[in-house]
């Protein structure tokens, strides 16, 4: 089974963009299941929807208009940057909501969650998940979101992408 990854931008490159000075998802990937190549996904939405259904709909070069194996690869898994891999069928995120992931400042850890719609809370857990939905049913869409809609499990970083700077990619004693 090919894992899909996003990919995470580190202080090996220029600027990197940050939200809030946290570093964020530059660019969204998935590896084709024929011919393993990586494939841009132009935006994050578009992105939770293949991985929402990465196991029963594995992605292939061909889901992208105009684009087959034989072409060349559009991004290379190197160490240019820091890889990060999420688990596939992960939920796509609730209409309205943000699923946000920011990397740890030691870089060993990502944590995930989730902006409300009304910018009012950060969800952090299901606790807090199962309780905004409970003050504010408005946003519960008659129903239709429940927890299973949220997963609090943060993608794998990719060590062997980390920089020699970064105190996780440090060789341990």
Known sequence: MKKIITEKTTP????????GGKKCV??????????????????????????????EDPFVC????GVSCNDKADIEYDKSR???????????TPTGFKRRMVMRGCESRIDCYYKTPNG?????SPTD???????YPEYNMNGHISLQ??????????????PLTSAAAAPKD
């Open 62 to 65: 061909s889901k992208k208009p």
């Open 149 to 162: 809609h949220f997963s609090f499990n943060a993608p794998k970083i990719m060590q062997d992408t980390l």
């Open 26 to 55: 530059e660019i969204w990937s998935a590896q084709c299941g024929e011919c393993l190549k990586w494939r841009i996904i132009p935006s994050e939405d578009e992105y939770e929807e293949i991985r929402s259904k990465f196991i």
């Open 82 to 92: 820091t890889w990060v891999i999420d688990k596939p069928n992960t939920p796509k």
């Open 129 to 135: 998940v199962s309780n905004f939905l409970t003050s």
């Open 12 to 19: 090996q490159q220029p600027k990197m963009p940050e939200i």
């Open 120 to 124: 009012k809370k950060q969800l952090r």
